[in-house]
């Protein structure tokens, strides 16, 4: 037995030699393999980061006279999203409404970016709940509240009673209720 293994060191050794050369060749491809994927994942990033700049400063057809870009549509959404998740369809366009009808109102800033940032104006934005995944209703809701959908007929505030602590907002009149939120003018 040893006498045959002697006689087929050389070829036992080259073996071994052989298989060790494979392991390392399998690992420095799969790492090569993963450097080019990582690259190719940032080239992809980059791309769509610039590609949703130029996308966000396309203009967007509503059936109001109002004319918005794909940037007021995102951010509206968000402010849904963060302010009326888990409401029902109308109530969150009923939120786009209102941020729509403070930009057309005097006391309020001009621009839905600026309604949206006036600070303290919505929980979301302090709380940083507009940052959180969109829904895709958040998006329909601030696609018809831009095309000019209103079910609070102009209210320019809204609130939810059992999370509210400004006293303030509850001198406004209600309007209407829908879902958990009072809208007000």
């Known amino acids: 037995m040893t006498k045959t293994i002697k006689k087929n060191l050389l070829l036992?050794?080259?073996?071994?030699?052989?298989?060790?050369?494979s392991i390392f060749t399998a690992k420095f491809?799969?790492?090569?393999?993963?450097?080019?994927d990582i690259l190719i994942e940032k080239k992809l990033e980059k791309l769509l980061?610039?590609?949703?700049?130029?996308?966000?400063?396309?203009?967007?057809?509503?059936?109001?006279?109002t004319s918005y870009q794909n940037k007021d549509l995102y951010l509206l959404a968000r402010a849904i999203n963060?302010?009326?998740?888990?409401?029902?369809y109308i109530g969150q366009v009923a939120v786009g409404a209102v941020i729509i009808n403070r930009t057309k109102h005097p006391g309020f800033p001009k621009t839905i970016s600026g309604v949206i940032y006036q600070p303290?104006?919505?929980?979301?934005?302090?709380?940083?709940q507009i940052n959180?995944?969109?829904?895709?209703?958040?998006?329909?809701?601030?696609?018809d509240a831009l095309n000019g959908w209103d079910p609070t007929?102009?209210?320019?505030?809204?609130?939810?009673?059992?999370?509210?602590?400004?006293?303030?907002?509850?001198?406004?009149k209600v309007m209407l209720v829908i879902g958990k939120h009072r809208f007000a003018k």
């Open 29 to 36: 491809l799969y790492e090569m393999k993963k450097n080019q």
């Open 153 to 172: 007929n102009g209210c320019i505030y809204y609130y939810n009673p059992a999370k509210t602590t400004n006293k303030w907002i509850w001198s406004r």
């Open 82 to 88: 963060g302010e009326a998740r888990g409401e029902p």
């Open 12 to 21: 036992i050794l080259l073996l071994l030699i052989g298989f060790c050369l």
């Open 49 to 65: 980061l610039d590609a949703d700049k130029e996308v966000m400063n396309d203009s967007i057809q509503t059936q109001g006279s």
């Open 120 to 128: 303290g104006a919505f929980t979301a934005v302090t709380d940083g």
């Open 132 to 143: 959180t995944n969109i829904e895709a209703s958040a998006y329909k809701a601030a696609k």
